[in-house]
Protein backbone atom coordinates (compact mmCIF):
# COMPACT_ATOMS: atom_id res chain seq x y z
CA UNK A 1 0.00 0.00 0.00
CA UNK A 2 1.61 3.50 -1.00
CA UNK A 3 2.87 5.61 2.33
CA UNK A 4 0.12 8.19 1.70
CA UNK A 5 -2.44 5.55 2.52
CA UNK A 6 -1.06 3.97 5.03
CA UNK A 7 -0.53 7.27 7.06
CA UNK A 8 -4.42 8.27 6.40
CA UNK A 9 -5.38 4.82 7.78
CA UNK A 10 -3.07 5.71 11.28
CA UNK A 11 -5.21 6.97 14.10
CA UNK A 12 -3.93 10.47 15.36
CA UNK A 13 -1.82 8.75 18.45
CA UNK A 14 -0.34 6.03 15.63
CA UNK A 15 0.77 9.62 13.49
CA UNK A 16 2.43 11.51 16.65
CA UNK A 17 4.25 7.79 17.44
CA UNK A 18 5.56 7.65 13.54
CA UNK A 19 6.43 11.40 13.83
CA UNK A 20 8.53 11.14 17.02
CA UNK A 21 10.67 8.09 15.76
CA UNK A 22 11.30 9.77 12.32
CA UNK A 23 12.18 12.96 14.07
CA UNK A 24 14.53 10.77 17.21
CA UNK A 25 16.24 8.93 13.80
CA UNK A 26 16.80 12.20 12.41
CA UNK A 27 18.17 13.38 15.67
CA UNK A 28 20.12 10.29 16.45
CA UNK A 29 21.44 10.39 12.39
CA UNK A 30 22.86 13.89 12.61
CA UNK A 31 24.67 13.59 15.96
CA UNK A 32 26.81 10.47 14.38
CA UNK A 33 27.43 12.02 11.44
CA UNK A 34 28.69 15.12 13.66
CA UNK A 35 31.18 12.78 15.67
CA UNK A 36 32.50 10.94 12.64
CA UNK A 37 33.21 14.11 11.07
CA UNK A 38 34.98 15.40 13.87
CA UNK A 39 38.85 15.06 13.46
CA UNK A 40 40.36 12.87 15.57
CA UNK A 41 43.14 14.76 16.90
CA UNK A 42 46.90 13.30 18.30
CA UNK A 43 48.92 14.16 21.19
CA UNK A 44 52.26 15.65 19.85
CA UNK A 45 53.69 17.19 22.98
CA UNK A 46 53.50 17.49 26.35
CA UNK A 47 54.49 19.13 29.77
CA UNK A 48 54.96 22.46 28.26
CA UNK A 49 55.86 25.52 29.74
CA UNK A 50 53.00 27.87 29.68
CA UNK A 51 55.13 30.94 28.66
CA UNK A 52 56.13 28.57 25.62
CA UNK A 53 52.79 27.49 24.50
CA UNK A 54 52.55 30.72 22.46
CA UNK A 55 55.69 30.47 20.30
CA UNK A 56 54.42 26.83 19.02
CA UNK A 57 50.93 28.02 18.36
CA UNK A 58 52.28 30.55 16.36
CA UNK A 59 54.27 28.35 14.21
CA UNK A 60 51.44 26.44 13.64
CA UNK A 61 49.44 28.93 12.54
CA UNK A 62 51.95 29.95 9.88
CA UNK A 63 51.72 26.78 8.71
CA UNK A 64 47.81 26.46 8.88
CA UNK A 65 47.88 23.35 11.07
CA UNK A 66 44.50 22.89 13.22
CA UNK A 67 45.54 22.43 16.89
CA UNK A 68 44.08 21.65 20.85
CA UNK A 69 45.04 22.77 23.75
CA UNK A 70 44.87 20.07 26.47
CA UNK A 71 45.78 20.12 30.08
CA UNK A 72 45.19 24.14 30.66
CA UNK A 73 47.61 24.63 27.93
CA UNK A 74 50.68 22.36 28.92
CA UNK A 75 50.10 19.54 25.93
CA UNK A 76 49.12 20.53 22.17
CA UNK A 77 47.16 18.02 20.02
CA UNK A 78 46.97 18.41 16.39
CA UNK A 79 45.16 16.44 13.46
CA UNK A 80 46.37 12.71 13.36
CA UNK A 81 46.76 13.95 9.08
CA UNK A 82 48.89 16.61 9.90
CA UNK A 83 51.09 15.35 13.02
CA UNK A 84 53.95 15.31 10.31
CA UNK A 85 53.63 18.72 9.28
CA UNK A 86 53.28 19.99 12.67
CA UNK A 87 56.68 18.24 13.68
CA UNK A 88 58.28 20.02 10.84
CA UNK A 89 56.92 23.38 11.60
CA UNK A 90 58.20 23.15 15.26
CA UNK A 91 61.21 21.99 14.22
CA UNK A 92 61.95 25.18 11.87
CA UNK A 93 60.50 27.41 14.83
CA UNK A 94 63.80 26.20 16.61
CA UNK A 95 61.16 24.22 18.68
CA UNK A 96 60.59 25.44 22.28
CA UNK A 97 62.48 25.94 25.69
CA UNK A 98 62.48 23.36 27.54
CA UNK A 99 63.18 20.48 24.77
CA UNK A 100 59.17 19.04 24.94
CA UNK A 101 59.95 18.19 21.28
CA UNK A 102 63.06 16.35 21.49
CA UNK A 103 62.36 13.10 19.31
CA UNK A 104 63.06 9.77 21.31
CA UNK A 105 63.14 6.09 20.10
CA UNK A 106 61.24 7.12 17.49
CA UNK A 107 63.79 8.09 15.03
CA UNK A 108 64.92 4.60 14.48
CA UNK A 109 61.56 4.09 12.76
CA UNK A 110 62.47 6.53 9.67
CA UNK A 111 66.08 4.65 9.58
CA UNK A 112 67.15 4.45 6.18
CA UNK A 113 68.85 1.53 4.84
CA UNK A 114 73.15 2.27 4.20
CA UNK A 115 73.80 4.24 7.27
CA UNK A 116 77.13 4.51 8.65
CA UNK A 117 78.00 3.64 12.07
CA UNK A 118 78.24 7.45 13.13
CA UNK A 119 75.18 8.27 11.99
CA UNK A 120 73.60 5.45 13.53
CA UNK A 121 75.46 6.60 16.94
CA UNK A 122 74.31 9.80 16.49
CA UNK A 123 70.75 8.51 15.80
CA UNK A 124 70.97 6.58 19.08
CA UNK A 125 72.90 9.66 21.70
CA UNK A 126 69.93 12.08 20.28
CA UNK A 127 66.99 8.97 20.93
CA UNK A 128 68.52 8.48 24.53
CA UNK A 129 68.17 12.63 25.52
CA UNK A 130 64.99 12.71 23.74
CA UNK A 131 63.54 9.40 26.06
CA UNK A 132 65.55 11.07 29.17
CA UNK A 133 63.68 14.47 28.33
CA UNK A 134 60.34 13.14 28.15
CA UNK A 135 61.61 10.92 31.57
CA UNK A 136 62.26 13.92 33.81
CA UNK A 137 59.13 15.99 32.20
CA UNK A 138 57.26 13.69 34.16
CA UNK A 139 58.21 14.80 37.46
CA UNK A 140 56.36 16.97 39.93
CA UNK A 141 57.75 20.28 40.00
CA UNK A 142 59.66 20.23 36.09
CA UNK A 143 57.60 21.60 33.05
CA UNK A 144 59.78 20.85 30.90
CA UNK A 145 63.81 19.50 30.06
CA UNK A 146 66.09 19.31 27.69
CA UNK A 147 68.98 16.86 27.91
CA UNK A 148 72.46 17.19 25.99
CA UNK A 149 75.00 14.27 26.31
CA UNK A 150 78.55 13.97 25.57
CA UNK A 151 79.65 9.96 24.48
CA UNK A 152 83.26 9.17 24.21
CA UNK A 153 84.33 7.00 21.96
CA UNK A 154 84.56 3.43 23.68
CA UNK A 155 87.44 2.32 21.21
CA UNK A 156 89.54 5.28 22.92
CA UNK A 157 88.49 4.40 26.53
CA UNK A 158 89.76 1.34 25.60
CA UNK A 159 93.44 2.47 24.31
CA UNK A 160 93.97 5.34 26.27
CA UNK A 161 93.47 6.03 30.29
CA UNK A 162 93.28 9.24 30.37
CA UNK A 163 90.31 9.56 27.63
CA UNK A 164 87.47 12.03 28.18
CA UNK A 165 84.60 10.78 30.05
CA UNK A 166 80.94 11.06 29.75
CA UNK A 167 79.00 13.74 30.66
CA UNK A 168 75.56 15.23 30.62
CA UNK A 169 73.84 18.79 30.62
CA UNK A 170 70.37 19.21 31.97
CA UNK A 171 67.98 22.13 31.60
CA UNK A 172 64.91 22.58 33.55
CA UNK A 173 62.06 24.42 32.96
CA UNK A 174 59.71 25.17 35.17
CA UNK A 175 56.99 27.75 37.81
CA UNK A 176 58.81 26.54 40.54
CA UNK A 177 61.91 24.85 41.39
CA UNK A 178 62.16 20.83 41.94
CA UNK A 179 62.50 19.90 45.40
CA UNK A 180 66.16 19.15 46.22
CA UNK A 181 66.14 15.26 46.58
CA UNK A 182 64.25 15.44 43.26
CA UNK A 183 66.99 17.65 41.51
CA UNK A 184 69.72 14.80 43.15
CA UNK A 185 67.52 12.01 41.47
CA UNK A 186 67.46 13.67 38.29
CA UNK A 187 70.86 13.57 38.53
CA UNK A 188 71.25 9.90 39.58
CA UNK A 189 68.22 8.88 36.68
CA UNK A 190 70.46 10.59 33.98
CA UNK A 191 73.94 8.71 35.12
CA UNK A 192 72.38 5.37 35.83
CA UNK A 193 70.56 5.92 32.23
CA UNK A 194 74.17 6.41 30.23
CA UNK A 195 76.88 3.97 29.98
CA UNK A 196 79.96 4.89 32.11
CA UNK A 197 78.31 8.42 33.29
CA UNK A 198 78.66 9.22 36.72
CA UNK A 199 76.50 11.58 38.77
CA UNK A 200 79.19 14.23 39.75
CA UNK A 201 80.03 14.51 35.69
CA UNK A 202 76.13 15.64 35.19
CA UNK A 203 75.09 19.20 35.22
CA UNK A 204 71.53 20.93 36.20
CA UNK A 205 70.96 24.23 35.80
CA UNK A 206 66.89 25.78 35.61
CA UNK A 207 65.32 28.11 33.25
CA UNK A 208 67.71 31.16 34.94
CA UNK A 209 70.90 29.32 34.24
CA UNK A 210 71.53 28.69 38.12
CA UNK A 211 73.17 25.52 38.55
CA UNK A 212 71.34 23.48 41.18
CA UNK A 213 73.31 20.22 40.87
CA UNK A 214 76.33 20.12 41.43
CA UNK A 215 75.64 22.70 44.73
CA UNK A 216 78.26 23.61 46.93
CA UNK A 217 82.14 23.41 45.78
CA UNK A 218 81.08 21.37 42.65
CA UNK A 219 81.57 17.90 43.70
CA UNK A 220 78.79 15.35 44.05
CA UNK A 221 79.36 14.64 47.61
CA UNK A 222 79.06 17.94 49.22
CA UNK A 223 76.12 18.93 46.80
CA UNK A 224 74.61 15.45 47.68
CA UNK A 225 74.88 16.27 51.65
CA UNK A 226 73.67 20.20 50.74
CA UNK A 227 70.96 18.82 49.20
CA UNK A 228 69.93 15.93 52.02
CA UNK A 229 69.98 18.93 54.54
CA UNK A 230 67.63 21.09 52.32
CA UNK A 231 65.65 18.60 51.60
CA UNK A 232 64.84 17.38 55.61
CA UNK A 233 64.72 20.98 56.91
CA UNK A 234 62.15 21.39 53.65
CA UNK A 235 60.38 17.56 54.97
CA UNK A 236 60.41 19.17 58.74
CA UNK A 237 59.17 22.42 58.23
CA UNK A 238 55.75 21.20 56.03
CA UNK A 239 54.99 19.00 58.38
CA UNK A 240 55.06 21.32 61.70
CA UNK A 241 53.64 24.03 59.57
CA UNK A 242 51.02 21.54 58.75
CA UNK A 243 50.62 20.35 62.42
CA UNK A 244 50.76 23.60 63.65
CA UNK A 245 48.04 25.38 61.26
CA UNK A 246 45.52 21.73 61.98
CA UNK A 247 45.45 22.93 65.80
CA UNK A 248 45.19 26.85 64.63
CA UNK A 249 42.29 26.01 62.53
CA UNK A 250 40.13 24.09 65.58
CA UNK A 251 41.13 26.83 68.17
CA UNK A 252 40.65 30.11 66.36
CA UNK A 253 38.72 28.88 63.19
CA UNK A 254 39.78 28.27 59.62
CA UNK A 255 41.28 31.19 57.59
CA UNK A 256 42.10 32.79 60.56
CA UNK A 257 45.64 32.18 61.33
CA UNK A 258 48.91 31.63 59.01
CA UNK A 259 51.87 29.78 59.97
CA UNK A 260 55.45 29.56 59.07
CA UNK A 261 58.29 27.75 60.29
CA UNK A 262 62.07 28.00 59.58
CA UNK A 263 64.18 25.60 61.02
CA UNK A 264 67.97 24.51 60.94
CA UNK A 265 68.32 20.72 60.61
CA UNK A 266 71.40 18.47 61.13
CA UNK A 267 71.91 16.28 58.65
CA UNK A 268 75.35 14.46 59.31
CA UNK A 269 75.03 11.56 61.29
CA UNK A 270 77.57 10.65 63.52
CA UNK A 271 79.12 7.60 65.82
CA UNK A 272 79.48 8.12 69.80
CA UNK A 273 81.53 5.58 71.60
CA UNK A 274 81.76 5.56 75.77
CA UNK A 275 83.68 4.01 78.38
CA UNK A 276 83.02 3.68 81.89
CA UNK A 277 84.77 2.17 84.48
CA UNK A 278 83.28 0.63 87.94
CA UNK A 279 84.39 1.15 91.05
CA UNK A 280 85.06 -2.71 91.96
CA UNK A 281 88.48 -4.51 91.03
CA UNK A 282 89.35 -7.94 90.97
CA UNK A 283 92.53 -9.47 91.12
CA UNK A 284 93.46 -11.46 87.99
CA UNK A 285 96.67 -12.46 88.22
CA UNK A 286 99.60 -12.04 90.47
CA UNK A 287 103.80 -12.92 90.09
CA UNK A 288 106.59 -13.40 92.90
CA UNK A 289 109.92 -13.34 91.90
CA UNK A 290 113.02 -13.98 95.20
CA UNK A 291 116.33 -13.88 95.23
CA UNK A 292 118.84 -14.81 97.88
CA UNK A 293 122.84 -14.76 97.94
CA UNK A 294 125.51 -15.57 100.56
CA UNK A 295 128.86 -14.75 100.46
CA UNK A 296 132.45 -16.36 102.97
CA UNK A 297 135.86 -14.09 103.48
CA UNK A 298 139.20 -15.33 101.01
CA UNK A 299 142.92 -13.83 100.07
CA UNK A 300 143.62 -10.97 98.25
CA UNK A 301 146.12 -10.28 96.15
CA UNK A 302 146.60 -6.35 96.26
CA UNK A 303 144.60 -3.34 95.12
CA UNK A 304 143.43 -3.29 92.12
CA UNK A 305 144.65 0.24 90.36
CA UNK A 306 147.73 2.45 90.38
CA UNK A 307 148.87 1.37 93.74
CA UNK A 308 149.31 -2.17 92.95
CA UNK A 309 150.93 -1.82 89.68
CA UNK A 310 152.97 1.59 90.06
CA UNK A 311 156.10 0.82 91.34
CA UNK A 312 157.17 2.84 94.85
CA UNK A 313 152.95 4.16 95.24
CA UNK A 314 152.47 2.75 98.43
CA UNK A 315 149.05 1.09 99.54
CA UNK A 316 147.61 -0.52 102.67
CA UNK A 317 146.18 -2.81 100.98
CA UNK A 318 144.21 -5.64 103.28
CA UNK A 319 145.14 -9.14 103.65
CA UNK A 320 142.04 -10.43 104.38
CA UNK A 321 137.87 -9.98 103.25
CA UNK A 322 134.67 -10.05 104.98
CA UNK A 323 131.19 -12.07 104.64
CA UNK A 324 128.30 -10.97 102.60
CA UNK A 325 124.63 -11.79 102.63
CA UNK A 326 121.94 -10.70 99.47
CA UNK A 327 118.32 -10.87 99.72
CA UNK A 328 115.30 -9.58 97.23
CA UNK A 329 111.92 -10.00 96.90
CA UNK A 330 109.69 -8.57 93.87
CA UNK A 331 105.87 -9.14 92.70
CA UNK A 332 103.28 -8.04 90.52
CA UNK A 333 99.66 -8.03 90.40
CA UNK A 334 96.82 -7.27 87.66
CA UNK A 335 93.48 -6.09 88.87
CA UNK A 336 90.38 -6.67 86.33
CA UNK A 337 87.43 -3.35 86.75
CA UNK A 338 84.19 -3.12 85.58
CA UNK A 339 83.73 -1.41 82.50
CA UNK A 340 80.48 -0.58 80.01
CA UNK A 341 81.64 0.03 76.24
CA UNK A 342 78.27 1.98 74.95
CA UNK A 343 78.28 2.76 71.14
CA UNK A 344 75.83 4.56 69.16
CA UNK A 345 74.49 5.65 65.58
CA UNK A 346 73.25 9.61 66.23
CA UNK A 347 70.84 10.07 63.33
CA UNK A 348 70.51 12.97 60.89
CA UNK A 349 67.45 15.17 61.13
CA UNK A 350 68.14 17.01 64.53
CA UNK A 351 66.48 19.78 65.26
CA UNK A 352 69.45 22.45 66.02
CA UNK A 353 67.32 26.13 65.63
CA UNK A 354 64.01 26.74 65.00
CA UNK A 355 62.32 29.92 64.29
CA UNK A 356 58.26 29.90 64.23
CA UNK A 357 56.16 32.87 63.20
CA UNK A 358 52.75 32.90 63.64
CA UNK A 359 50.13 35.98 62.45
CA UNK A 360 46.54 36.13 63.77
CA UNK A 361 43.78 37.58 62.47
CA UNK A 362 42.68 40.95 63.81
CA UNK A 363 38.86 38.91 64.08
CA UNK A 364 40.15 36.98 66.96
CA UNK A 365 40.59 38.61 70.68
CA UNK A 366 42.97 40.65 71.95
CA UNK A 367 42.62 38.40 75.20
CA UNK A 368 43.56 34.97 73.42
CA UNK A 369 47.01 35.56 71.85
CA UNK A 370 49.06 34.75 75.22
CA UNK A 371 47.18 31.44 75.16
CA UNK A 372 47.66 30.94 71.49
CA UNK A 373 51.00 31.43 71.78
CA UNK A 374 52.03 28.94 75.22
CA UNK A 375 49.98 26.33 73.26
CA UNK A 376 52.14 26.75 69.68
CA UNK A 377 55.35 26.59 71.79
CA UNK A 378 54.68 23.58 73.64
CA UNK A 379 52.91 22.09 69.92
CA UNK A 380 56.47 23.56 68.22
CA UNK A 381 59.06 22.67 71.30
CA UNK A 382 60.51 25.88 71.46
CA UNK A 383 63.55 25.74 73.55
CA UNK A 384 65.08 28.98 74.65
CA UNK A 385 68.27 27.66 75.85
CA UNK A 386 69.41 26.25 71.49
CA UNK A 387 67.95 29.95 70.49
CA UNK A 388 64.29 28.87 69.18
CA UNK A 389 61.89 32.11 68.65
CA UNK A 390 58.46 31.91 68.68
CA UNK A 391 56.02 35.51 67.71
CA UNK A 392 52.46 35.76 67.62
CA UNK A 393 51.79 38.82 65.61
CA UNK A 394 47.84 40.38 65.14
CA UNK A 395 46.84 41.65 62.12
CA UNK A 396 43.93 42.05 59.42
CA UNK A 397 43.73 39.87 56.65
CA UNK A 398 43.46 40.44 52.77
CA UNK A 399 40.31 39.63 51.27
CA UNK A 400 40.72 37.11 48.36
CA UNK A 401 39.80 38.62 45.28
CA UNK A 402 36.46 37.49 43.73
CA UNK A 403 36.84 34.36 41.67
CA UNK A 404 36.18 35.16 38.07
CA UNK A 405 33.33 33.29 36.47
CA UNK A 406 34.42 30.69 33.83
CA UNK A 407 32.86 29.17 31.19
CA UNK A 408 29.52 27.56 31.46
CA UNK A 409 30.85 24.44 29.41
CA UNK A 410 33.98 23.00 29.96
CA UNK A 411 35.67 22.34 26.90
CA UNK A 412 36.11 18.56 28.25
CA UNK A 413 32.72 18.03 28.32
CA UNK A 414 31.43 18.69 25.30
CA UNK A 415 32.25 15.10 23.76
CA UNK A 416 30.42 13.41 26.78
CA UNK A 417 27.68 15.74 26.05
CA UNK A 418 27.65 14.19 23.14
CA UNK A 419 27.34 10.89 23.70
CA UNK A 420 24.68 11.38 26.55
CA UNK A 421 22.08 13.46 24.34
CA UNK A 422 23.26 10.16 21.88
CA UNK A 423 22.19 7.92 24.28
CA UNK A 424 18.93 10.16 25.33
CA UNK A 425 17.82 10.26 21.58
CA UNK A 426 17.99 6.25 21.10
CA UNK A 427 16.18 5.98 25.02
CA UNK A 428 13.40 8.46 23.70
CA UNK A 429 13.10 6.41 20.29
CA UNK A 430 12.60 3.18 21.90
CA UNK A 431 10.17 4.20 25.16
CA UNK A 432 7.79 5.29 22.48
CA UNK A 433 7.96 2.58 19.78
CA UNK A 434 7.62 0.30 22.75
CA UNK A 435 4.58 2.25 24.17
CA UNK A 436 2.72 2.60 20.78
CA UNK A 437 3.39 -1.58 20.44
CA UNK A 438 1.78 -2.17 24.26
CA UNK A 439 -0.95 0.30 22.93
CA UNK A 440 -1.83 -1.88 20.14
CA UNK A 441 -1.90 -4.99 22.46
CA UNK A 442 -3.80 -3.46 24.39
CA UNK A 443 -6.78 -2.67 21.99
CA UNK A 444 -10.12 -4.71 21.79
CA UNK A 445 -11.53 -6.38 18.71
CA UNK A 446 -14.99 -5.02 17.51
CA UNK A 447 -17.66 -7.94 17.27
CA UNK A 448 -18.63 -7.84 13.42
CA UNK A 449 -21.67 -6.57 12.13
CA UNK A 450 -23.14 -9.69 10.72
CA UNK A 451 -23.01 -11.44 14.54
CA UNK A 452 -25.39 -8.46 15.57
CA UNK A 453 -28.12 -9.01 13.13
CA UNK A 454 -28.55 -12.79 13.88
CA UNK A 455 -31.70 -12.04 16.17
CA UNK A 456 -33.27 -15.40 16.90
CA UNK A 457 -31.83 -19.12 15.75
CA UNK A 458 -33.70 -20.40 13.15
CA UNK A 459 -34.61 -24.05 12.02
CA UNK A 460 -32.75 -25.90 9.67
CA UNK A 461 -35.66 -26.58 6.98
CA UNK A 462 -36.29 -22.52 6.72
CA UNK A 463 -32.72 -21.94 5.88
CA UNK A 464 -33.21 -24.79 3.39
CA UNK A 465 -35.77 -23.70 1.58
CA UNK A 466 -34.02 -19.41 1.40
CA UNK A 467 -31.05 -21.20 -0.01
CA UNK A 468 -33.14 -22.99 -2.62
CA UNK A 469 -34.84 -19.64 -3.24
CA UNK A 470 -31.72 -17.73 -3.36
CA UNK A 471 -30.68 -19.79 -5.98
CA UNK A 472 -33.70 -20.02 -8.30
CA UNK A 473 -33.23 -16.23 -8.19
CA UNK A 474 -29.99 -16.27 -9.29
CA UNK A 475 -30.28 -18.63 -11.93
CA UNK A 476 -33.38 -17.03 -13.60
CA UNK A 477 -30.89 -13.49 -13.36
CA UNK A 478 -28.51 -12.93 -16.06
CA UNK A 479 -24.75 -13.76 -15.71
CA UNK A 480 -22.65 -10.95 -14.91
CA UNK A 481 -19.15 -10.66 -15.13
CA UNK A 482 -16.80 -9.52 -12.05
CA UNK A 483 -15.60 -5.87 -11.53
CA UNK A 484 -11.93 -5.44 -11.90
CA UNK A 485 -11.67 -4.20 -8.60
CA UNK A 486 -12.91 -7.12 -6.97
CA UNK A 487 -11.11 -9.65 -9.39
CA UNK A 488 -7.85 -7.56 -7.91
CA UNK A 489 -8.78 -7.91 -4.41
CA UNK A 490 -9.27 -11.73 -4.91
CA UNK A 491 -5.71 -12.09 -6.78
CA UNK A 492 -4.42 -9.75 -3.51
CA UNK A 493 -5.91 -12.11 -1.20
CA UNK A 494 -4.54 -15.13 -2.87
CA UNK A 495 -0.98 -13.74 -2.94
CA UNK A 496 -0.89 -11.94 0.87
CA UNK A 497 -3.74 -13.42 2.88
CA UNK A 498 -1.61 -11.99 5.55
CA UNK A 499 -1.79 -8.29 4.43
CA UNK A 500 -5.32 -8.47 3.79
CA UNK A 501 -6.18 -9.91 6.96
CA UNK A 502 -4.65 -7.13 8.71
CA UNK A 503 -6.15 -4.57 6.83
CA UNK A 504 -9.62 -5.86 7.78
CA UNK A 505 -9.00 -6.26 10.71
CA UNK A 506 -8.08 -2.44 10.75
CA UNK A 507 -11.46 -1.55 9.41
CA UNK A 508 -12.96 -3.94 12.30
CA UNK A 509 -11.46 -2.12 14.87
CA UNK A 510 -12.28 1.62 13.58
CA UNK A 511 -15.47 3.77 15.14
Known amino acids: MPLPKVLQTLSTKGKIAVGGAVLAVLVVGYMMFSLASTPGYTTIVSGLNPADTGKMTAALDEKGVAYELQNNGTALAVVKKDVGLARIALAESGGVAGGAVQ ?6 DKQKMGSSQMQQQVTYQRAIEGELARTIGQIQGVSGATVQLVLPDENDALLNENAP ?37 VTITDGSGRLIWP ?29 LASVLAQTVGPDKARVRVNADIDADQAQQEQLKYGKRSVPLKETTEGEKMDGGSGATGGTAGASGNVPGYASAGSSTGGKSKYEKTSGNREFGVDKTVTRRTIAAGGVTKQSVAVMVSDT ?29 SRMAFAKPPAAAAGPAIPPGMLGYAKWAALALGLIVFFVLIARHLRKREQEALASPVWLTEIEAPRSLRDLEAERAAAQARMAAQPVLAAPASRTRMEDLADQDPGAVATQVRHWMTED
Open 103 to 108: PGFELF
Open 165 to 201: QATAAVLLTGGTDPDPSAVQGIARLVASSVKSLKPDK
Open 215 to 243: SGDGAATAGGANLAKQSAALKYQTTMEAS
Open 364 to 392: VPAAQIPAIKSAISAAAGIDATRGDQLTV
